[in-house]
């Protein structure tokens, strides 16, 4: 079982920056493939960043693709989203999560199928305003 908690989210102005962090227990994270979704109210939860085990290749949706930067600290149990020049469009709840694929294209960030993940962090709200 690995136990997952996001934290750094909060209410910033648009073009403004918030870095997201999320601490792993129970398991240490260089067995998992880690990303991010998030879910906007009245929307399905969207892929947003994920990172390989060793930190060598990291993949983002479109819209967030040269703003927002994931990266991992394996010693530290920790997955990281730093998001820059935040727009109304980024509001919504984070999740951070852990897939056990062997590689990229089976895990649920690739498929964009988040029910594929196998660990679930709680979420951490995410406010950008106009």
């Known amino acids: 079982q690995v136990q997952l908690v996001e934290s750094g989210g909060g209410l910033v102005q648009a073009g403004g920056s918030l870095k997201l962090s999320c601490v792993a227990s129970?398991?240490?994270?260089?067995?998992?493939?880690m990303g991010w979704f998030r879910q906007a109210p009245g929307k399905e939860r969207q892929f947003v960043s994920a990172i390989v085990r060793n930190g060598g290749g990291a993949f983002y949706e479109d819209s967030v693709q040269g703003r927002f930067t994931i990266s991992r600290d394996n010693a530290k149990n920790t997955v990281y989203l730093q998001m820059d020049s935040l727009k109304p469009d980024d509001t919504g709840v984070y999740y951070c999560s852990a897939d056990y694929s062997s590689s990229y294209s089976g895990t649920c960030y690739y498929t964009e199928r988040p029910e594929g993940c196998d660990y679930w962090g709680q979420g951490t709200q995410v406010t950008v305003s106009s």
């Open positions: 129970g398991r240490t994270i260089s067995r998992y493939i």
